[in-house]
T-cell receptor, first 113, second 115 residues
């Protein structure tokens, strides 16, 4: 069975500082990996996804993530955060041709001025 | 183009009452998925529906929970005789294509609190 772990429940970062959110997954085959963001009162928005190919993927809003098979990780990064990046971030794993996603518990990001 | 709509956004019920959660998919989307997020856990798949059909309900509790997606109107997730353990956030997603996870668009969720 597939599962996702996000070790950090809450991260506080200063505006302009870099951000890294951790995600570890457990899956037997090659996973499809996703990062979603949920701003207050909004639905989950897809930031980026990895299916195959280049292990460094670029997403929207200046985010990127790196797939490391040896570490079963798919960490999300942003070089310089903006106050509008304060939100909850979810990592998810799926399988090719499957509609079911398995999500981590989420990481809440607070941005201080 | 409006996104996926869910209502109500917050719902409070007493134990034993019924909860009805509604999901209106994006225009042109005929596939709907319901997920549940229990406190301090990730979203878990519950059920996948197409218009008038339940395709996969493998994640749905066997009792008290039901879902429908009629020909006209929103998809409904119904929880009968709610218990405190049903308190959670319920998310709906829709997609125009079946079987591809990255085409799912999520709504803002309904937060159910059972007193």
């Amino acid at each position: 069975a597939q599962s996702v772990t996000q070790p950090d429940i809450h991260i506080t970062v200063s505006e302009g500082a870099s951000l890294e959110l951790r995600c570890n997954y457990s899956y037997g085959a090659t996973p499809y990996l996703f990062w979603y963001v949920q701003s207050p009162g909004q639905g989950l928005q897809l930031l980026l996804k990895y299916f195959s190919g280049d292990t460094l993927v670029q997403g929207i809003k200046g985010f990127e993530a790196e797939f490391k098979r040896s570490q079963s990780s798919f960490n999300l990064r942003k070089p310089s955060v903006h106050w509008s990046d304060a939100a909850e971030y979810f990592c998810a794993v799926g399988a090719q041709g499957d509609y079911k996603l398995s999500f981590g518990a989420g990481t809440t990001v607070t941005v201080r001025a | 183009n409006a996104g996926v709509m869910q209502n109500p956004r917050h719902l409070v019920r007493r134990r034993g009452q019924e909860a009805r959660l509604r999901c209106s998919p994006m225009k042109g989307h005929s596939h709907v998925y319901w997920y549940r997020q229990l406190p301090e856990e990730g979203l878990k798949f519950m059920v996948y529906l197409q218009k008038e059909n339940i395709i996969d309900e493998s994640g749905m509790p066997k009792e008290r929970f039901s879902a429908e997606f009629p020909k006209e109107g929103p998809s409904i997730l119904r929880i009968q005789q709610v218990v405190r353990g049903d308190s959670a956030a319920y998310f709906c997603a829709s997609s125009p294509i079946a079987g591809v996870a990255d085409t799912q668009y999520f709504g803002p969720g309904t937060r159910l609190t059972v007193l």
